[in-house]
């Protein structure tokens, strides 16, 4: 099988005595690369990556001072890891490249200092990832095939890269998603992405969360900067199918995987939801019901409901909640992805035009809830006894603080509480943040409470407090550093 383009050849016997003479295939970053692009923020991408971890403040600190804005650095951060960072599997190192979206929003609903704060984590995360993609092979997105056709016709250009993507083939798809990104509008061309993101979890279900994030981040920064985050994106999508470039790598139970999807399908393309009526009890109802599922019977509980008036705002409430609760049992690193995931499921659906495919979005979300049940006992032993989970917090039982911040958004004065949680979180989040994980949350859960009917609120956000970090719970040098930087920038 042909390497396909995005992979490095592999490192000559000259280059490999250098970089051993250097301190090893680790140093590799600290050694000049030929610049091929141009323009100032490619030219900023170029310094990202070219400049060692531990100068990587001192780089930014006088571009700051002369007037860098943290939008700019996020978007620079952003395409240097698109470049770097291999994109399979998606998830783990990736997360470079996952969590620029959530940072985003973070740090535009937050104040300035904040706002820098959060960007400078993620500048720093990202030469993490990169050392890990290092000692991992040391992978960078190679240059685009050449001789691409020209004047091709929007549907042929649709036609080409869903038969590409069906077949698996990595190399055809890179090919294809550049001729599709000069002939379609860019959401035609994720109408043809979001069926292949939300068909497969594997990994824990982060494709979707992928998918979205480069058409909201490409969304901020700008079309020209488009083509090597979709060829990355189309790269990482095709991990683990039967022939998706890549003989070293597969994915246990892929057939089993794309069960669920036909399964979810076929009950989405059947469903005839009924007019819209109820109440909030009726997404309470669905996530119990959820809770204790088995794989192949939630999509009916879900398409059950719909038939029976329950609507998608309560559909989706009823989904969210569950995935809360598997939170709230453990809520640490894995348990974190319930939430995040339906959070992209969710943002699939409002993001696509085509019906089937928000139809398709939504029973995926119900039926991925026993598959995170399932993966979270086997792989941290998450409890699903009484003790614990949404209930316990509503029945009173101590839950560190959670219980502290569900009693004060519950009480008379819950909505002026529930800002004060949120701007909390935003505000100490990037004061303490270890890793990846807990912004991408964070951003999830506070997106997920626009979408929520208010009386699920306290809920939804008690738990963030018995994971996410304060300046009183945690400080590490990177956050130290950060703000001493932040205040001399600002000041």
């Not at 860098?68 to 698109?82: I, K, N, Q």
């Not at 469903?271 to 109802?285: C, L, N, Q």
């Not at 032993?381 to 029945?395: I, V």
């Amino acid at each position: 099988m042909k390497p396909h383009p995005a992979d490095r050849p592999a490192l000559s016997p000259d280059r490999r005595s250098l970089l051993h003479a250097c301190g090893g295939v680790a140093a590799w970053s600290l050694l000049p690369r030929r610049r091929t692009h141009r323009g100032a923020l490619d030219d900023l991408v170029q310094r990202l990556i070219d400049t060692p971890r531990e100068r990587l403040f001192a780089m930014l600190e006088p571009e700051l001072a002369n007037g860098l804005t943290w939008r700019t650095l996020e978007a620079a951060v952003f395409l240097a890891a698109t470049r770097e960072v291999r994109p399979r599997p998606v998830g783990f190192k990736l997360h470079a490249v996952l969590v620029s979206e959530s940072v985003f929003q973070l740090a535009e609903a937050g104040a300035p200092e904040d706002a820098l704060l959060g960007v400078l984590w993620h500048a720093d995360d990202f030469k993490h990832s990169q050392r890990r993609d290092v000692d991992e092979g040391d992978w960078v997105l190679g240059p685009e095939p050449t001789a691409l056709p020209s004047h091709v016709a929007p549907e042929a250009a649709a036609r080409e890269l869903a038969d590409a993507l069906r077949a698996g083939d990595a190399e055809r798809a890179d090919r294809a998603v550049l001729v599709a990104h000069g002939a379609l509008t860019h959401d035609a061309l994720f109408e043809i992405l979001w069926p292949f993101a939300l068909r497969d979890y594997s990994n824990l279900g982060h494709k979707p969360i992928y998918a979205l994030h480069v058409d909201r981040v490409l969304r901020r920064i700008g079309d020209a900067h488009a083509r090597p985050a979709l060829r990355a994106l189309v790269y990482g999508l095709l991990d683990g199918e039967p022939q998706g470039g890549d003989a070293n790598r597969t994915v246990p139970a892929a057939d089993a995987r794309l069960d669920v999807y036909e399964r979810s399908s076929l009950a989405a393309d059947r469903v005839a939801p009924a007019p819209a009526h109820g109440d909030a009890t009726t997404s309470w109802e669905l996530a119990l019901d959820l809770r204790d599922a088995k794989l192949e019977d939630a999509p009916h509980l879900l398409t059950d409901a719909w038939s029976n008036g329950a609507g998608e705002a309560r559909l989706w409430d009823g989904i969210r909640l569950a995935a809360a609760d598997l939170f709230a049992r453990r809520p640490s690193l894995l348990p974190v992805h319930p939430v995040t995931v339906t959070n992209a499921l969710h943002g699939i659906s409002k993001r696509t035009s085509h019906a089937r495919t928000r139809r398709v979005a939504l029973v995926q979300a119900a039926s991925w809830i026993p598959l995170f049940r399932r993966d979270l006992v086997a792989r941290v032993g998450l409890s699903m006894d009484s003790e614990r989970g949404l209930e316990a917090l509503r029945e009173g039982v101590p839950l560190g603080r959670a219980s502290a911040a569900f009693e004060s958004m519950s009480g008379a004065n819950g909505r002026n509480a529930q800002h004060l949680v949120e701007a909390r979180v935003r505000s100490e989040l990037f004061r303490g943040v270890a890793e990846h994980h807990e912004p991408k949350y964070a951003a999830a859960v506070l997106e997920d409470l626009q979408s929520t009917d208010p009386t699920w609120h306290s809920l939804l956000l008690a738990h963030a407090f018995n994971y996410l970090p304060s300046e009183s719970t945690r400080s590490n040098r990177i956050a130290d550093d950060n703000r001493a930087l932040v205040r001399r920038v600002l000041s």
